[in-house]
């Protein structure tokens, strides 16, 4: 008789804490998910796909209110395409070695932007360097770092005149990475317009 007391009194305390433990575990599922998915995987895609927070006309001063620890997700003005998602990332491989170059296009850490913000306004580059950097503006599919002049082309022009400067990079590799790292999304492939 005081079994069924007992079961009576504490079975809704332990569904109540069993159900808030577990509504805990779904809520922080995405947060946890992004951080083990592979990038280029179908299921980052999946994920990516899903996020909005980089946006068409997001300025610099846009990111004063995010913490280095945030990350600027999913494309900006064309839903992302898993063929050239995927030939993104693969791309993106070779140049690992560098760290102000990001492992995912569509998956940009806000710190990474910060540091590359700061390489855009520091570094002057040379009349030489211009060139090079005018010329990997003429020979990129986007005419530039980004389509527009939004965050993405104030970050990765800091990203080539750092590697243009640090790394000697050339027009054409710089205009590669700007084909690879494009988060605009849509389907073109590499090559092909």
């Known amino acids: 008789m ?5 079961f009576l009194y504490l079975g809704p305390i332990l569904l109540l804490v069993g159900g808030f433990w577990f509504g805990t575990k779904i809520s922080s599922r995405s947060q946890i998910d992004n951080q083990v998915l592979a ?6 895609f999946k994920f990516l796909s899903a996020q909005n927070t980089n946006k ?9 209110s995010l913490v280095d620890g945030d990350r600027i997700q999913g494309s900006c003005c064309s839903a992302m395409d898993l063929h050239r998602y995927q030939e993104q990332v693969e791309g993106l491989k070779k140049y690992s070695k560098y760290s102000v170059i990001p492992e995912d ?4 850490p806000v710190s990474l932007a910060k540091e590359l913000f700061g390489y855009q306004k520091e570094i002057n580059l040379t009349s030489e360097q211009q060139k090079i950097y005018d010329d990997a ?12 002049k939004c965050w993405r082309w104030s970050a990765f022009e800091g990203q080539s005149k750092y590697l243009i400067v640090n790394e000697g ?13 494009d988060g605009c999304g ?3 492939h590499l090559g092909h317009t």
Do not use: H, T
Request: charged share 25%; glycine share 8%; with cysteine.
């Open 186 to 188: 849509g389907p073109n």
């Open 39 to 44: 990038s280029g995987s179908i299921e980052k």
């Open 137 to 148: 503006v003429n020979i990129s599919r986007e005419r530039g770092p980004c389509c527009c």
């Open 105 to 108: 296009p569509y998956d940009i």
């Open 169 to 181: 990079f050339e027009a054409s590799q710089i205009s590669e990475l700007w084909d690879l790292q």
């Open 2 to 6: 005081k079994l069924k007391y007992i």
């Open 56 to 64: 068409c006309g997001m300025v610099l001063e846009n990111f004063d």
